[in-house]
């Protein structure tokens, strides 16, 4: 009886890791347009942004760069793919997303609003969000990007 209940534990077990691999979704090398932006989502998710300010997917933009060099694009599309695949999984309850890019390949655009704090992003599609999780690995590489375009960083 011990012995089914060790393989039936194993089984389960290789089920929910599988299930919970957190393999990043196509991401595009290089997006025709890519658009990297600094936001505040100190107060997690305001419920709303003041009507004379930018908002990025309900959070107030600090700043924000149009990136058009090709390697500075994959750079952070890398990046962000890296920062995904090498996640395990494990997130924070909270969610201050403070980085977002807009990426748009062939007419389809999506939006990435990611929290390094908590080690997770939403992932806008279509309008659909889609929750992922991201290692904290490739918050320098975005952060180098903003500040050499003088893009203030949240606090």
């Known amino acids: ?18 299930a919970c691999s957190t393999k990043s979704p196509q991401l595009a090398t290089v ?35 149009d990136v058009t060099d090709a390697k500075a694009k994959k750079a952070l599309m890398d990046a962000l793919k890296e920062g ?5 999984g494990q ?3 909270c969610f201050r997303p403070r980085h977002a890019i807009r990426a748009s390949t062939n007419g389809q655009t999506t939006d990435y609003v990611i929290c390094f704090e908590c080690t997770q ?25 903003l500040k050499t375009a003088k893009i203030p960083l949240a606090p």
């Open 121 to 145: 992003l939403q992932v806008y599609t279509d309008d659909k969000p889609k929750t992922e999780t991201i290692t904290r690995k490739p918050k320098s590489v975005f952060n180098t990007q």
């Open 91 to 93: 997130i924070a309850g």
């Open 31 to 65: 997006p025709d347009t890519l658009t990297l932006y600094s936001i505040d989502g100190g107060k997690e998710r305001p419920a709303s942004v003041d009507k004379d300010k930018e908002a990025f997917r309900g959070y107030p933009v600090i700043g924000k760069v």
């Open 84 to 88: 995904m695949d090498a996640s395990d």
């Open 1 to 18: 009886m011990d012995v089914y209940r060790c393989l039936t534990a194993a089984l389960f077990l290789m089920v929910m890791l599988t």
